[in-house]
C-alpha cells in the first residue's frame, strides 16, 4: 500500500522529501563531529593521550629504556626539597620573563602608535617591521643573533666604532641574559599587529574632542590610548608570559644555558632531564609544575585585570 502511495506521488514531491531527508541527515549531530574529525583524533591521539601518559609518569621511575616504575609523590618532593637546580633555573625564568614581557609589549606599543598613520608606503613600512616575527624562533635567527653578539660579532663593531669597548656578551654571566630578552624584544612584531588593529578601532571622535579641551598627545595617550587599549594589552600580556615561560629554543642555541648557568631556563632544565638523563618521569614531574606556574601566573593576570581593563561596553552601561 505504501509502494502504492509513493508512486503515486508527483516527482516534485519525491525530489522535496528527498531533499528534506538529505537536509535532516546533514543538521543532524552526526555531521558536525564528521567535519571536525580530523582535528579531534588530533586531539586525541597528539594531545590529550600524551597528556595523560605524562600525568602517570609524573608519578614513576620512567627512563624510556625499562618500563615505568610507580613511585607516587617521590619525584615532586625530591623536586621541592631536594633539588636546588630546579629552583635556580625558575628564578632564572622568572627573571627572564619580568624583563622580556614589559619590555616587548612596550616597544610593540610605540611601534605600532608610530605605524597608525596614513602616509604614502605605510603598508611596505609595516612589512618590514613585522618581518622579524615572520621567522619566529627559528634556529637560524639563534645562530645569527649568537653571531652578532660574539666577540668578534658586529654589536661589538659597532659600539668599537665609537670607541667603546665591547664585551663577550653571550660568555659573560652579566651580559648573557639580556642577549637573549633583546632578541625576544626584537621579534614584536604579532604583538604589534595586535596593537595596530586595537588603534584602528578607537573612534578619531574621541582625540579631537580632547583636543578641544585641550587635552595634550600625553594626556590623550593615558585617557583614551591606553584604557581603550587595555583589553588588547590583557590578551598580549597573557599571551606573552605564557611565551616566555617556555623559552627553549634561543637558550639552547645561542648560550645552551651558560655561562655559569646564566641563561639556564627550566625548559632547558627540563630537556635535559627527560632526553639528557633520560628521567622522563622526573622531567614529566617537572612539566606538570611547569603547567600550574603559567596557569598561577594567568589567574593572577586577570584576577588584576578587573583593575586596569577598560571594557567599551561597561562604560555605555555606567552612561
Do not use: C
Not at 528534506?20 to 552526526?30: A, F, H, K, Q
Not at 666577540?151 to 660568555?171: Q, S
Not at 629554543?249 to 631556563?265: E, H, K, L
Not at 606556574?293 to 578587573?306: D, E, K, M, P, V
Amino acid at each position: 500500500m505504501s509502494a502504492q502511495h509513493n508512486s503515486a506521488l508527483p516527482a516534485g514531491s519525491k525530489r522535496r522529501s528527498l531533499r528534506s531527508r538529505l537536509r535532516e541527515r546533514w543538521e543532524s549531530p552526526l555531521a558536525g563531529y564528521l567535519f571536525i574529525s580530523p582535528w579531534l583524533i588530533g586531539f586525541l591521539v597528539l594531545t590529550l593521550w600524551p597528556m595523560i601518559l605524562s600525568v602517570y609518569y609524573s608519578f614513576t621511575d620512567y627512563s624510556l629504556l625499562e618500563a615505568p616504575n610507580w613511585v607516587g609523590a617521590k619525584n615532586y618532593s625530591l623536586i621541592f626539597t631536594n633539588d636546588t637546580v630546579f629552583a635556580q633555573s625558575l628564578k632564572i625564568t622568572l627573571l627572564f620573563v619580568v624583563l622580556s614581557v614589559p619590555l616587548k609589549l612596550v616597544s610593540a606599543l610605540l611601534v605600532a602608535m608610530l605605524l597608525n598613520k596614513e602616509m604614502k608606503g605605510m603598508a611596505t613600512y609595516r612589512l618590514f617591521i613585522y618581518f622579524p616575527s615572520l621567522i619566529g624562533t627559528s634556529i637560524a635567527v639563534a645562530i645569527l643573533w649568537k653571531n652578532m653578539f660574539g666577540a668578534d660579532g658586529i654589536v661589538n663593531r659597532i659600539i668599537g666604532f665609537f670607541g667603546i669597548k665591547g664585551v663577550n656578551w653571550i660568555n659573560d654571566p652579566d651580559t648573557a641574559l639580556s642577549t637573549l630578552v633583546i632578541l625576544v624584544v626584537w621579534q614584536f612584531g604579532s604583538s604589534m599587529v595586535i596593537f595596530l588593529a586595537g588603534l584602528k578601532q578607537i573612534s578619531r571622535d574621541l582625540y579631537e574632542a580632547s583636543s578641544v579641551d585641550g587635552a595634550s598627545k600625553i594626556k590623550q595617550f593615558f585617557s583614551i590610548t591606553l584604557p581603550m587599549l587595555s583589553p588588547i594589552l590583557l590578551f598580549n600580556v597573557v599571551l606573552q608570559t605564557i611565551n616566555s615561560f617556555q623559552m627553549f629554543t634561543q637558550a639552547f642555541v645561542i648560550t645552551q644555558g651558560g655561562p655559569v648557568n646564566s641563561t639556564y631556563m627550566y625548559a632547558l632544565y627540563l630537556y635535559d632531564r627527560a632526553f639528557g638523563r633520560l628521567q622522563m618521569g622526573y622531567a614529566s614531574s617537572l612539566a606538570w609544575i611547569l603547567l600550574l606556574i603559567i596557569g598561577a601566573a594567568t589567574a593572577l593576570i586577570f584576577l588584576s585585570s578587573r583593575y586596569w581593563v577598560f571594557y567599551e561596553h561597561e562604560r555605555k552601561g555606567k552612561a
